[in-house]
């Protein structure tokens, strides 16, 4: 069963090429979400996984193919799944519902451990290790949000059995606390318009409660930020929140950022240079990747702080993917960028009674500085936090 989510009536996107992941998803018989974006992930269509023993779908939008895979499980009210073991690291992020993980490395799994999660909390499946995920409630099916980088690593060897249930053990862990608290480093000394810190953890328990967010000028709106790293591997990404009636500078790198929304509602524009646009509306649940090379730029038209979290590939892939290469041409400053940007914004947000609180200055002076709240990075003064 194949389910497409058509988004844009942009039909000049080239056929990409089939990868030996393609081929394996399309023969698993759940359904495949194409497109540009999905509209709200806690409610898509769902089928039976015989080879995980779950119902789930997969996700490959414009931009994801050949880098990142992106499926969602459905939980059922009061289920456990079976155990199931990857032999790749996998983010999760919980859509909806309240559970359990279990997570253990020896098959005899003496040394499991059970941790608790609720909607917005994200956590890693460690490569190698068997997991099961539990739903506590009895009266609410639990949605999960899947990441990892299985279609790079079956460009490298295609066998299915080389990735799940492999019998191969990983050595036993330098620390035995694998989803302890998250711990900040300072990355950056000094003023800087980039955040400052980096967060290393393998359990983040509410990104919608997370309040220890750095100001981030880079990318305009007075918006703030978390960028996180997952121990011991390399997986990685980082969450912006900005204020209502605000929106960000436009930009672009490398494929295959998936970026959900915990919070807010807006919309965002994705188009490739000198082509038609793409608009993707969101809200709390959505999911969208801008493809490769396109700008893409986001815009908060609700009454709260929107979020966004970005999960990223491999740093490799793509010219550092999110990484933007020369700000003079891939990113645009509000000064510089096209009228009917400031336009559309202002239209949708007059559809709402409301108007705009971008500053006039900004659309003036290229190197408007925003001005921030009090914040994480300027109440830490040591270099290194624990």
Known sequence: MTSQVISSPVAAMSTPQVFSYDRW????????????????????????????????????LEGMQGVNETRVTEVPPGATTPPFKLGFDEVVYVLQGTGLTSIWRTQDGKDKRTF?????GMFVLARNYWHQFSNTRGDTPVRLLHYNF????????PSPNYHFNNPYEEPEPATADLYGE???????EGETD???FLWFG??????????????????????????????????????????????????????????TIPAGEGYSIMWPEGQEKVVVPWHEGSLFTPPG????????????????LALSPLRQIGGRTERVINPLIDQIEYAREEPWVR????EELAKKGTTSVMPEECYKDPNYQWSFKKTYAEVTATSTLS
């Open 150 to 157: 299985l279609p790079v690593a079956m460009s490298i060897n």
């Open 25 to 60: 998803m399309e023969s698993q018989g759940v359904p495949v979400y194409k497109g540009f974006f999905i509209e709200d992930c806690r409610t898509i269509e769902v089928g039976w996984w015989p080879l995980q023993e779950r119902h789930v779908a997969f996700i490959q």
């Open 343 to 346: 336009q559309k914004f202002e």
């Open 202 to 259: 393998n359990f983040f328990p509410n990104l919608n409660l997370w309040d220890k967010l750095s100001p981030y000028q880079w990318r305009g709106a007075g918006g703030h930020h978390l960028a996180f790293q997952f121990p011991n591997c390399e997986m990685h990404g980082h969450m912006s929140v900005f204020e209502p009636r605000l929106y960000k500078k436009a930009h672009r790198h490398g494929p295959g950022v998936a970026i």
């Open 116 to 120: 608790e999660w609720s909607p917005h």
């Open 293 to 308: 090379r396109w700008f893409h730029q986001h815009f908060n038209v609700g009454t709260t702080g929107a979020r966004y």
């Open 182 to 188: 998250a711990k900040a480093v300072r990355v950056v």
């Open 194 to 196: 980039r955040d400052p």
